[in-house]
Every structure is written in C-alpha cells, then in structure tokens.
C-alpha cells in the first residue's frame, strides 16, 4: 500500500498544512476538496478579521515552501482577515508546483471504507487499502486517511436541547448562520430591524459588536443577546488580562454595550419555540419569556459529521465526539484554550489503523480549538504516518492563558472591523476553511463550556 497516496480531506489550513508536511516527508498524497477552491470555508467569512497575528497562522513547514518559492509573508503583527487569509496565504500554497498537481477541487467526500471490508469485518483489516468515494461516485485508494474536513457545514441548531425548537424549520426564513456581514453585503437585512443573536461564543460577540456598530449608523435597530448561561462573565473573558490583546478587547467592549444599554442582554434563556406572527417578525420563547424579532443570528457553534465515516471503526467519546483519548484533554468544563495540554498522533488516534482526523473536527464539539493546534496536529500525524516516531511524540505546544476562549470569530477592538479566532479550518467534508487559530494556543471557546459553541478555531 506503500505506493497508494495518504488522502488528505479537506483543503483549508490545517488540511493544506498536512499537505505541506506530507510532501516534505516524500510521501505521496491527494488532497479532496469539495470546494471550488482552497480555503473555501474561509472564503465564506472572509470579512472577519483574526484576533492572533500573521506569525501565529503559517504552518512551519508551508512556510519553508512558500520561502523557498520566493513568498514575501505579510507583517508579522497585523492580525489579517479571512480573506487576506485565504488569498495571501492559502491560495499561494495550494498554487505551490508541490502541492498544485495534488489537490483536486470539485471533490466531495461522501464515503470512507476499507476496499471490500465492512466495519464488522476484522480479518487483514490493517492490510487492506482505504476506499474514499466522491460525490461524482469515483473511487480513490488511499495507504491511510487524513481528515481536515472541520465542521462549518454542520452548525447546531437553536434549539438549546440539541434538537430544532419547535417551529425553527418554519422560520428558517428568519434565521442567519453565525458570521453574517453586517457591515458589508448583508447589511440591508439587519439595517433598522430588531435583531436577537443567540450564543455566547466569539461568534455571538462578533456580531453583536458590528450589530451595536450598525445602529449608531441607522435609526431604529435594536440589538438583543440571548445566552443560557446565568452570566456572560465567560464572554467577557480576560479582557485587558488576556495574553491576546486584540481578542480581550472583544470582551471589553461587548461588556461596555451591554452597560451601556446598546446591547439588551437575556441570561437563563433556552430557545423552545419560534412562531413565525401573521403580521410580521418571529416571536422566540423559552416557555415562560418571549421576545419578538425580526431577524435571528444563530451562533450556536458547530458539530463533527462522523457519518461519512461510519464503516470506520472510531473510538468517539460520547460527550464530545472526539477521540476518547483527547476528550479530557480538551472538555471545556475543564480547560481553556491556555491549559489544553500537548497531544498528537497518540491522541488523535482510532482503532482504525491509518485514519485521523485534525483541526477543528478533531475537537467534536469542544470549542478549544486553535489554528496552531492544527499545525501541530498536522506535522505529528504525518511523522508518524513517515515512521519517525520519536518526531511524531515529541508535541510542542505554547498556549498562553487568556481567562477565556472561544472557537469563532470576534470583532477587532480598536478597528471597529472583525476579528476571528482560529480556523475552523477545514470546513465540512472537504469543505476547506474555517475559522482560524493563534500560534500554538488552543482557541477554547467561551461558549463551549455552556453547550453555545461558537464554532471554529480561533486564531
């Protein structure tokens, strides 16, 4: 199987930097994306801007190969946006002679197997090639999987029991996904309306900031916040304590509208049901209070799709649905983004031999994750996959503390402009992109911990 590809999913940062990795090993490998381009995901919030700078969210070793191609890497402390992200960085690697021939857009994942074998079958199973099959229904052989395909396609639902509120599918016409462009293509729909934006994650906080920017512009919108939680002491996180400026600027200001009134905050609040008025607007209802809106942000986080991997055999952690060996090491009941601890290859881990997955979807629903942790996610997996073991357990990771931590995009303080936290890098099924991560610290998300995860990685 030597002569086979490692199959890569997803061509966002993190799975593009396994790319990176694999080719500087000698190892041969295929990228599958299932957009028409890298970074497709990122693409989608490219007017976000990330809160960790330039020097936090370069792979090491797509470094080396853009350096060596004569790349000229922005300035090191500017924190770019999604889409400088994606245009100055992205699409200049994935363009890489290295890696060009060997990334195919237009590739959605829809089925990994072992060729011939079902998951009961046991017998040879480690000796057997994987089968990943494509939307188009071509067939690639694949020595071992690596998959970067992340979690922005799979947002949860509004819902606070992880299931629809009653009547959400009626109103979807009121409902926006986490990230909307406010300020820019999506501003007529929030201009003068009143708008409820549910979670408490960086994402919630993002759009709140840009949504209180977007009423001193025009009159007669009102911004609401809606949070389980008993206190959205998590949101506000470290504030100037935190080891990210740009990102404790976020609570800061959040905290300063919502003191201020600009921002109407609703702790202890679980989206039961959503009715859509004959004469306008969706009422939301917790079974005893009601707010009646016209718009809906649903920055509720995202969830892993384990399903296109279901004759694998995984070893999910029931909570979390990550691998069972990482699941302590990353509980948002637990950790931060500065107290994850090293893990690697060993953690990252299943029963099934040759198959991974890293970046955001590693992390199921826990939103502890950074761009960075990716990287080194990427470049452990791969020396183990090249049988250097001892480069493959040897996890470098430097989280700073930042009192709080989030998976999704933010607001950038001083700029009045966005800013995201990490990547959620891989976006669903190949689906490059995502949010993005600071260096080697693991965006944990302030959401998380309450169940309102914001999505992706932080950067």
């Known amino acids: 199987m030597s002569t086979l590809p490692v199959v890569v999913i997803g061509a966002g940062p993190v799975g593009l930097a396994a790319a990176a990795h694999l080719h500087e090993r000698g190892l041969p490998f295929a990228v599958l994306e299932a957009g028409d381009g890298p970074a497709a995901a990122v693409r989608q919030w490219a007017h976000v801007r990330l809160f960790s700078p330039w020097r936090y969210t370069v792979d090491a070793a797509s470094r080396r190969l853009l350096a060596d191609a004569g790349w000229v890497e922005p300035s090191p402390e500017r924190p770019p946006t999604g889409g400088e992200l994606a245009a100055d960085y992205l699409q200049p690697l994935a363009d890489l002679p290295a890696l060009k021939p060997h990334v195919r857009y237009g590739s959605r994942v829809v089925a990994v197997t072992r060729l011939g074998l079902d998951r009961l079958r046991t017998a040879g199973r480690d000796q057997v090639p994987f089968l990943v099959r494509l939307a188009d229904g071509t067939d690639v052989l694949a020595q071992a999987v690596i998959d970067a395909s992340g979690t922005w396609s799979a947002p949860n639902v509004l819902g606070a029991s992880g299931i629809p509120a009653h009547g959400e599918a009626e109103a979807a016409a009121f409902v926006e996904p986490a990230l909307p462009d406010v300020l820019g293509a999506d501003r007529d729909r929030f201009a003068g309306k009143r708008t409820l934006v549910v979670g408490a994650g960086h994402s919630a906080a993002n759009t709140l900031l840009v949504l209180a920017d977007l009423a001193t512009q025009v009159p007669g919108a009102e911004v609401i916040w809606a949070i389980r939680a008993a206190t959205p002491v998590r949101t506000y996180g470290g504030e100037t304590a935190d080891a990210l400026p740009a990102r404790g600027a976020i609570g800061t200001r959040l905290r300063e509208h919502v003191d201020a009134g600009r921002i109407r905050l609703i702790t202890g609040f679980s989206a039961r049901t959503l ?113 250097d073991w001892a480069a493959a357990r040897d996890v470098q990771l430097d989280l700073p503390e930042t009192g709080v931590c989030n998976s999704n995009p933010v607001v950038e303080a001083e700029t009045g402009g966005t800013a995201c936290c990490g990547t959620p890098s891989e976006t669903g099924r190949g689906l490059a992109g995502g949010l993005l991560s600071t260096p080697l610290t693991l965006v944990s998300a302030t959401p998380s911990a309450t169940g309102e995860q914001s999505g992706g990685c932080c950067s």
């Not at 004759?311 to 649905?321: K, S």
């Not at 990550?322 to 060993?346: E, F, Y």
């Not at 040759?354 to 996610?377: D, N, V, W």
């Open 275 to 387: 009715t859509v008025r004959p004469e306008g607007g969706v009422e939301v209802s917790d079974g005893v209070r009601a707010v009646v809106v016209d718009r809906i942000v649903a920055a509720t986080g995202f969830r892993p799709d384990h399903g296109f991997v279901s004759e694998l055999r995984l070893d999910l952690d029931p909570i979390l649905g990550s691998t069972r060996a990482l699941a302590p090491l990353i509980d948002p009941n637990q950790h931060s983004c500065g107290t994850v601890p090293p893990h690697g290859v060993d953690e990252l881990a299943h029963p099934e031999t040759g198959f991974y997955a890293i970046g955001m979807k590693s992390y199921g629903r826990a939103p502890t994750f950074l761009l960075a942790t990716g990287y080194e996610q990427a470049r452990s997996v791969v020396a183990a996959l090249a049988g």
